[in-house]
């Protein structure tokens, strides 16, 4: 933060806040825009690569409506843990640079009940290549014809700086695609850029949402203007990793009545807001109906393609097993398992075919917790299976623990955790934001001594405003 205090802006450049509208819970939200963000500008790095710093409650923009622009440093550090917990898992995602306090207090009614109080004051400084999102091209394209030409200037520009290859992109690459029986139904991506780009768009949404399925990471608040154009996670308010299996999870307090976010959900959501983003591309002229219905088409196609190999990598297979996968969720949602310990435990069991039905589940104890006879014989019946499946790979258990327990993260960032930090740092100790922050960079090792923060949540921990939050926390 220092570096960041010394750097003087020229006085014929400005910060800014970006103007972007939004499907906010599948509703057209309109204009919404930056409220609490300020754009420092870009800069090139060694690499020359692109990076856009962003300071994040710094006060009003254009576009803080009947806000104050600021954060408290409940959600600051939030933002700053998963963000980077999220990059070592190996997650595209937006990063956070640093962390200031900012020594005032800043008023917030967290759960919307009329009680608001005073908390202290932070500003994230993040980065990311771009924050640009599908909804900084919809607010344009909902304007009207005297609109549309900035979403083809905006596209350019992405296209331009981010996407650099769809531009240079030859006829001679022969990407021709058919979406039905006949000619017509050609997509040719060589000739269209803008088609081109909005399948890649498409891919990579779908592989970020694939990623979180598979650790069990639920965003919360999945609105179009939520959704980065580079396939990022972005916007961190009411996220949560899965404790207990539940595909219906929703860590976000606002999303309670229709579950619209929830963990199961996310995939299809992702999808839908491709769709948005489609329609908005066609409104302003830059791709064909028949475009837009293969970038949705190849969203699918990736999603499942990813999806499947990510859990083949977590169960240690060289294959994917659909009926062995679905039978285990339903197993882990019955009996409530600890999504990230089971997982991590499951690397235990060995490709012994003459295991004795007694030792079955002994790899599995720690996990498989209050358990009657009925559900132990089905999850034996399940190990069963398993261990067929693993013999039948001829992988030795050691290489195969191996590769498990390097995509099987030991440590996630739960929200008691983070909670845990909050609640010193607001007594003025970062001690604990630095310690969890340096265990979540390296999810994947036993780090001896860090044991705690692999445990279950205290029943503390399933009070409001830990395990559940509000979009605006």
């Known amino acids: 933060m220092h570096l960041l205090a010394l750097i003087d802006i020229p006085s014929d450049r400005v910060p800014y806040a970006q103007c ?25 790095n060694s690499k020359l690569e692109r990076w856009e710093l962003q300071l994040k409650g710094a006060g009003k923009t254009p576009y803080s409506r009947f806000a104050d622009g600021l954060a408290v440093l409940r959600s600051s550090i939030r933002e700053f843990l998963c963000s980077e917990a ?22 917030r009614d967290m759960f919307y009940d009329g009680n608001p109080k005073e908390e202290p004051g932070a500003i994230v400084c993040r980065v990311a290549q771009s924050f640009l999102r599908f909804g900084s091209f919809q607010i344009h394209a909902s304007r009207g014809e005297e609109d549309l030409s900035i979403v083809r200037a905006l596209a350019d520009y992405a296209i331009k700086y981010h996407f650099p290859h769809i531009q240079n992109i030859s006829k001679s690459e022969s990407l021709s695609f058919s979406t039905g029986d006949d000619d017509q139904s050609l997509v040719d991506l ?14 990579r949404t779908a592989s970020l949402v694939a990623r979180w399925q598979g650790v069990g990471f639920t965003h919360g608040v999945l609105n179009t203007d939520n959704m980065s154009i580079l396939g990022l996670t972005i916007d961190y308010g009411p996220f949560g990793f899965l404790d ?45 109906d028949k475009e837009a219905n ?34 285990l969720l339903n197993n882990l949602s019955v009996d409530k398992v600890d999504y990230t310990n089971f997982f991590r435990s499951l690397s235990n069991i060995k490709a012994d075919p003459g295991i004795s039905e007694d030792d079955l589940l002994v790899p599995l104890k720690a996990v498989l917790l209050d358990i009657g006879k009925e559900r132990k014989e089905a999850w034996a019946s399940w190990v069963q299976s398993y261990i067929q499946e693993l ?15 390097s995509v099987n ?14 609640d010193a740092a607001e007594l003025g100790d970062f001690g604990e934001v630095r310690r969890l922050l340096k265990v979540m960079e390296r999810p994947y090792d036993e780090q001896p001594g860090m044991e705690k923060y692999a445990r279950l949540p205290p029943a503390w921990a399933y009070r409001p405003g830990v395990c559940m939050l509000s979009c605006s926390s």
Not at 261 to 279: E, K, T
């Open 20 to 44: 972007y509208g939004g499907h906010q819970f599948g509703t057209w939200a309109g204009q919404l825009g930056d409220g609490r963000a300020i754009t420092l500008g870009e800069i090139l």
């Open 86 to 107: 999220m990059h070592f898992l190996g997650i595209p995602t937006t990063r956070a640079l640093c962390l200031v306090t900012t020594g005032k207090f800043v008023t």
């Open 190 to 203: 060589t000739s269209n850029k803008y088609a081109a780009w909005i399948v890649e768009i498409a891919e």
């Open 244 to 288: 207990a299996f539940d595909p219906s999870y929703t860590p976000n307090t606002t999303d309670l009545p229709g579950r619209r976010y929830c963990f199961a959900n996310q995939p299809d959501i992702g999808l839908w807001n491709i769709a948005q983003f489609a329609s908005t591309l066609m409104a302003a002229h830059l791709i064909s």
């Open 294 to 327: 293969y970038a949705m088409e190849r969203y699918g196609t990736k999603f499942m393609d990813d999806y499947q190999a990510i859990m083949s990598q977590k169960l240690g297979l060289q294959k994917y097993n659909k009926q062995l996968v679905n039978k």
């Open 391 to 405: 013999v039948a790979s001829g992988i030795s258990d050691e290489e195969r623990k191996a590769a498990m327990d």
């Open 409 to 422: 993260p030991k440590y996630v960032l739960r929200n008691y955790l983070c909670q845990s930090a909050i």
